[in-house]
């Protein structure tokens, strides 16, 4: 029984060596010295990396503790997320996305359908996916959703999943391993953009699928060597130092966001309040029995009177930038809306709570929201 501060500390850290050091340092290599036949574990930096090897080996120690899992590192969220969709699917198959995922989804659904895939979409609430399994071979889950925080119940999904022969697949970014184990709940894949709170610092960009499944494994390191989308050494080595404080992130990000949620609850002017870890919360039940010691992540969302009463929000908050991405040691917030790619009001703000005092953070915000209050009262 070890506990995740525990573990991640040790996550991928090789057996102590005289005079190595804790974590080696990032391996640059095109090449590795090949002699004879063409195998071994490292013999062309597109294919492995013993950085990567590393950074792969703690990331599966936390999403699957107790069962053995293969892990694959990519460039980014998208090139892991795009790895197991155009790994798995054929012309002819179908696939269920979610209808309010991230908001790359709809680009990566014209692709599909012009391969010949057939795509469906649901609302992540309500288990209305449950809907559209029949016939499909993959169902792509994202609870908690970004940007609307809605969740879904992940076990129940993916075993009327699997009796149907499909493959299930759960996008764990916002809640990362230490606030949900996807594989536990019975998915196939455990998918993550590692650019948000995985490595935390705002100067990453990383993604990884993570699967206990040898063959669905070797078909989606097969993509990566295929369309090349590797992380970098320094990337890779980056990620697994900023592992070491994963718990204390999460920890105190989780307890940070529920503490904003709560001084935001009876504000006036502040409609669509979300967070799974509120009590109140709409999601919050299912996102309590799937979700790992009260870890709901470190997003709240909410939506203001009008954009422009939103942007004064943001011009006036001062220990919060105004920044996309989420995750981070410093909070940032954003108008969704500016993207145009999620169904959300023009005053909707997605809040990533940092690993400030959260005292001082929620004094800010209400400073803030008091100040664009006041410039729309008396114009
Ligand atoms: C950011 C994000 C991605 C994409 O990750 P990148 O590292 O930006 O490519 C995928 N899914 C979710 C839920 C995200 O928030």
């Given at each position: 029984m070890t506990g995740d501060g525990t573990r991640v500390v040790r996550a991928g850290i090789p057996k102590a060596a005289a005079y190595e050091p804790a974590l080696p340092g990032p391996v640059f290599a095109a090449h590795f010295h090949l002699p004879g036949d063409a195998i071994g574990p490292y013999t062309y930096g597109r294919e492995a990396n013993p950085t990567w090897t590393r950074l792969e080996t703690a990331i599966g120690e936390l999403e699957s503790p107790d069962a053995p899992a293969h892990t694959i590192t990519f460039a980014s969220g998208m090139a892991a997320v795009a790895a197991v969709l155009f790994s798995q699917l054929r012309a002819g198959d179908a696939v269920v996305l979610p209808s309010d995922g991230y908001q790359l989804l709809p680009a990566v659904r014209e692709r599909l359908e012009s391969y010949g895939i057939e795509v469906?979409?649901?609302?992540?609430?309500?288990?209305?996916?449950?809907?559209?399994?029949?016939?499909?071979?993959?169902?792509?889950?994202?609870?908690?959703?970004?940007?609307?925080?809605?969740?879904?119940?992940?076990?129940?999904?993916?075993?009327?999943?699997?009796?149907?022969?499909?493959?299930?697949?759960?996008?764990?970014?916002?809640?990362?391993?230490?606030?949900?184990?996807?594989?536990?709940?019975?998915?196939?894949?455990?998918?993550?953009?590692?650019?948000?709170?995985?490595?935390?610092?705002?100067?990453?960009?990383?993604?990884?699928?993570?699967?206990?499944?040898?063959?669905?494994?070797d078909a989606v390191r097969t993509w990566r060597k295929t369309v090349g989308a590797i992380p970098g050494p320094m990337e890779a080595w980056l990620a697994h130092r900023s592992l070491a404080t994963l718990a204390l992130r999460v920890r105190q990000q989780a307890a940070g966001a529920l503490a904003l949620a709560e001084a935001l609850r009876d504000h006036p002017e502040v409609t669509g309040l979300r967070h799974p870890g509120l009590p109140s919360d709409p999601a919050h039940e299912t996102a309590a029995r799937q979700m790992r010691e009260g870890r709901f992540g470190c997003v709240v969302s909410f939506t203001l009177p009008d954009r422009a009463y939103a942007e004064r929000f943001l011009e006036a908050l001062d220990l919060v930038d105004d920044a996309t991405s989420f995750g981070g040691v410093r909070s940032t917030a954003e108008r969704r809306g500016r993207w145009g790619g999620d169904a959300v009001p023009e005053g909707f703000i997605r809040f990533s709570v940092g690993v400030e005092e959260p005292a001082d953070l929620i004094a800010d915000v209400l400073r803030a929201l008091d100040t664009a209050g006041r410039k729309r009262r008396s114009p």
């Open positions: 469906r979409t649901a609302p992540t609430a309500g288990d209305a996916q449950l809907e559209a399994l029949d016939g499909a071979r993959l169902l792509w889950i994202e609870s908690p959703s970004n940007p609307g925080l809605e969740v879904c119940d992940i076990r129940r999904l993916a075993r009327a999943a699997h009796a149907r022969g499909a493959l299930v697949a759960v996008d764990n970014t916002l809640a990362t391993p230490l606030g949900q184990r996807p594989l536990d709940l019975d998915a196939d894949f455990s998918v993550a953009s590692g650019t948000k709170a995985l490595t935390g610092h705002g100067d990453v960009l990383l993604g990884y699928v993570t699967t206990r499944d040898t063959a669905l494994a």
